[in-house]
């Protein structure tokens, strides 16, 4: 249950990003939900792939390269779909902070409410 109400509100999160910033585009509430599918699952598969992959840059940087990461899966997740668009790299770094920051409170009230 608290796995699909997470997925859930992350597609209406992502329906938000859509909303607040126009360099990310979603057609409709389906494509939101695969893509909250795709980008979830990029963040379990490659992200510690990639973190670790990229530990020397990321310590460098003092972590801001987590940033980046961030934002190459959440263009990554768009470029594999039709439904889901962003408009180059640092439109998929601003709108991956967005999402980042919308799913800490999402996270935040599904504990609450779970």
Do not use: E, H
């Amino acid at each position: 249950m608290k796995l699909i109400l997470k997925w859930l509100l992350a597609a209406c999160a992502l329906l938000l990003v859509a909303y607040l910033y126009p360099g990310v585009q979603i057609q409709s509430f389906t494509a939101a939900l695969i893509a909250a599918a795709v980008i979830g699952l990029f963040n379990v598969v490659l992200r510690p792939v990639l973190v670790i992959l990229t530990l020397p840059v990321t310590v460098i940087t003092l972590g801001l390269f987590l940033f980046v990461i961030n934002a190459l899966l959440f263009w990554a997740a768009a470029s594999l779909m039709d439904g889901f668009g962003v408009n180059g790299f640092w439109a998929a770094m601003l709108g991956s902070l967005i999402y980042s920051a919308l799913m800490l409170v999402v996270d935040a009230a599904v504990k609450a409410i779970l």
